[in-house]
């Protein structure tokens, strides 16, 4: 396995705080973290996080929660 130095973080909001409803949401931080650790934009952008540890946080916010992914 690769070494990954970078440190990025991305995060999104989640309207609602049931986990059933998260997958919008972390499918967009996700996306964001894979476009700042590529910016080129290259067509398979699921190659930059496949078997990178990623960190997860999931914090309460007025309506909902705010996800964040980051790089380990």
Same mark, same amino acid.
């Given at each position: 396995?690769?070494?990954?130095?970078?440190?990025?973080?991305?995060?999104?909001?989640?309207?609602?705080?049931?986990?059933? /409803?998260?997958?919008?949401?972390?499918?967009?931080?996700?996306?964001? &973290?894979?476009?700042?650790? =590529?910016? %080129? *934009?290259?067509? /398979?952008?699921?190659?930059?996080?496949?078997?990178?540890?990623?960190? &997860?946080?999931?914090?309460? =916010?007025? %309506? *909902?929660?705010?996800?964040?992914?980051?790089?380990?």
């Amino acid at each position: 396995m690769t070494e990954h130095q970078d440190h990025h973080t991305a995060e999104a909001e989640a309207s609602s705080r049931d986990p059933h /409803d998260w997958g919008r949401a972390m499918a967009l931080a996700l996306t964001r &973290l894979a476009e700042q650790l =590529d910016p %080129e *934009g290259g067509e /398979d952008m699921h190659i930059t996080l496949v078997n990178r540890p990623l960190q &997860l946080q999931i914090r309460d =916010d007025d %309506e *909902g929660v705010t996800i964040t992914v980051s790089t380990a």
